[in-house]
């Protein structure tokens, strides 16, 4: 029997995401509160419900990528714990909350969701917008290891590489870890190239000095971000596209989040976050949907003349 997802959010990630579930042979209802959303996921062959509650009628999992914590906190639990979807769904289905929230957002939902007899993991992706398009994000899921089994049957057909963290909220660790990573070895990278340049060297012969050098990195391997340097990377498009910077902040606020409830000391987590920070309002202008890597412009804006 065709197993049915009620997919909530159908916005850059999540419309991709729904299209390969469909095409991976699911019944998709889906629900967004953006009418254009709606009308591109009925293109992909979704069916549209009227509401979050609508969708979850008959479902077998319920997929959601939404834009932040409290959305998701009040989607599933509802403003008082009596109007949210925990209520309304059948006990039998599988939550799969795929937004980037912090840890204890998806610990509070997967609490209320256990209370309600109800399976949740949290399962935050990495990779853009094009590989959700492609399916082949990467899943990073945090729940107990049978539900962890049963959500892989709906994670296949959106990603390429699934992973258990670890219990309910870990998911959502390893992805602020990873980012937090991210941010660190661009903007270090940035610094570095910046820094040859000003001697007088010639980026592209200083990053391939570097790829072989124990400098080397994602950043420089995939996504040099000085333009010119490599062909197809957002810093050879004037920065468009890829990973905006507000998204690596929003990110990068979760991880300092994270390190308040644990007391973690994250002095370089914390001092990319100001850097991109200043960089989104460098330059007179927001440059908050720029993709992350035109962190070279703060370096090359602030260069001593
Ligand atoms: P988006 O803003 O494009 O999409 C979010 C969608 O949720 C919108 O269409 C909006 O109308 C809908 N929505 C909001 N509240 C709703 C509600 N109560 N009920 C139903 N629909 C509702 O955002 P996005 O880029 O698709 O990102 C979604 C999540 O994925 C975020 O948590 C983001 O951090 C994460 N993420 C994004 C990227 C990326 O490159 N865009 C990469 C990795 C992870």
Partial sequence: MTQKVAFIGLGN????????????GFEVRAFDLSPAAQAHAKEEG???????????????????????????????????????????????????????????????????????GIRFVDAPVSGGVAAAAAGTLAFMVGGVESSFEAAKIVL????????????????????????????????????????????????????NIMLKSSGCNWSLQKYNPVPGVMEGVPASKDYQGGFMVDLMLKDLG?????????????????????LFNLHKHSAGEDQGKKDFSSIQKFYTGNKKS
């Fill in 13 to 24: 990630m999540g419309g991709g995401m729904a299209a390969n579930l469909v095409k991976g």
């Fill in 46 to 116: 979704c069916s549209i419900a009227a509401s979050a509650a609508d969708a979850v009628v008959g479902a077998d999992y319920v997929v959601s990528m939404l834009p932040n914590g409290a959305i998701v906190e009040g989607v599933y639990i509802g403003s008082d714990g009596t109007d949210g979807l925990l209520n309304v769904m059948p006990k039998t289905a599988l939550i799969l909350d795929c937004s980037t929230i912090a840890p204890d957002s998806a610990r509070r939902v997967g609490a209320a969701a256990e209370k309600a």
């Fill in 156 to 207: 296949q057909p959106m990603g390429s590489n699934i992973f258990r963290a670890g219990d309910v909220g870990a998911g959502q660790v390893a992805k602020i870890c990873n980012n937090m990573l991210l941010a660190i070895h661009m903007t270090g990278t940035a610094e570095a190239l910046q820094l040859g340049m000003d001697n007088g060297l010639d980026p592209a012969v200083l990053s």
């Fill in 254 to 274: 979760l991880a300092m989040e994270a390190s308040l409830s644990s007391r973690s000391s994250i002095p370089m987590g914390a001092a990319a976050r100001n």
